[in-house]
T-cell receptor, first 113, second 111 residues
Framework: NAGVTQTPKFRILKIGQSMTLQCTQD?????MYWYRQDPGMGLKLIYY???????DKGEVPNGYNVSRSTTEDFPLRLELAAPSQTSVYFC????????????FGPGTRLTVT | GENVEQHPSTLSVQEGDSAVIKCTYS??????FPWYKQELGKGPQLIID?????GEKKDQRIAVTLNKTAKHFSLHITETQPEDSAVYFC??????????FGAGTRLTVKP
């Protein structure tokens, strides 16, 4: 199993540009999450999904959008990038019920200039 | 919502010594307390977790204790090794979608 994979690893965006961060998991987990990690801070939940077609906001959703058309994929869309979105983004997944262990991808480092 | 505080932010120990990281949480309803280890350039990885019906859990050199009354829990690493050097995060949650993380502790184990 590859676990949770994320692309790209690094990206530099100009202010106002848009991009999609990709996330795929091969563990057949129903729950998937997007977090951002700022320097010296813990992870903050942006959006989560409890299954295909179902998404909901987390603690810091402004400026982001998500979709979940399949169990495996959970892309995060940034529209009109702003410097405040410079961060490391982690995708994670877990089994249903719980709470249980969350499995994290390797992260995407995004810089907005 | 839940608020998790973690101390210290940095910790340096000699190889073979013990390391202790402490966290407090605010929501008495939280019932799941995981600890994650994050190595440079990687995503966090679970190293141990504890649920509110248990006071202590141990896995080889790693142990976690939970005091529900005081709303704090701690990670204990004994006989530290250089490969234990990493950033450690505590977290608290009631459900899968409300996990709150501490700010992290950077542990350095000096050979």
């Amino acid at each position: 199993n590859a676990g949770v994979t994320q692309t790209p690893k690094f990206r530099i965006l100009k202010i106002g540009q848009s991009m999609t961060l990709q996330c795929t998991q091969d563990m057949n987990h129903n729950y998937m999450y997007w977090y951002r990690q700022d320097p010296g801070m813990g992870l903050k939940l942006i959006y989560y999904s409890v299954g295909a077609g179902i998404t909901d906001k987390g603690e810091v959703p402004n400026g982001y959008n998500v979709s979940r058309s399949t169990t495996e994929d959970f892309p995060l869309r940034l529209e009109l990038a702003a410097p405040s979105q410079t961060s490391v983004y982690f995708c994670a997944s877990s089994v249903s019920g719980g709470p249980y262990e969350q499995y994290f991808g390797p992260g995407t480092r995004l810089t907005v200039t | 919502g839940e608020n998790v505080e973690q101390h210290p932010s940095t910790l340096s120990v000699q190889e073979g010594d013990s390391a202790v990281i402490k966290c407090t949480y605010s929501d008495s309803a939280s019932n799941y307390f995981p600890w994650y280890k994050q190595e440079l350039g990687k995503g966090p990885q679970l190293i141990i977790d504890i649920r509110s019906n248990v006071g202590e859990k141990k896995d080889q050199r790693i142990a976690v204790t939970l005091n529900k009354t005081a709303k704090h829990f701690s990670l204990h690493i004994t006989e530290t090794q250089p490969e234990d050097s990493a950033v450690y995060f505590c977290a608290a949650s009631l459900n899968n979608n409300d996990m709150r993380f501490g700010a992290g502790t950077r542990l350095t184990v000096k050979p």
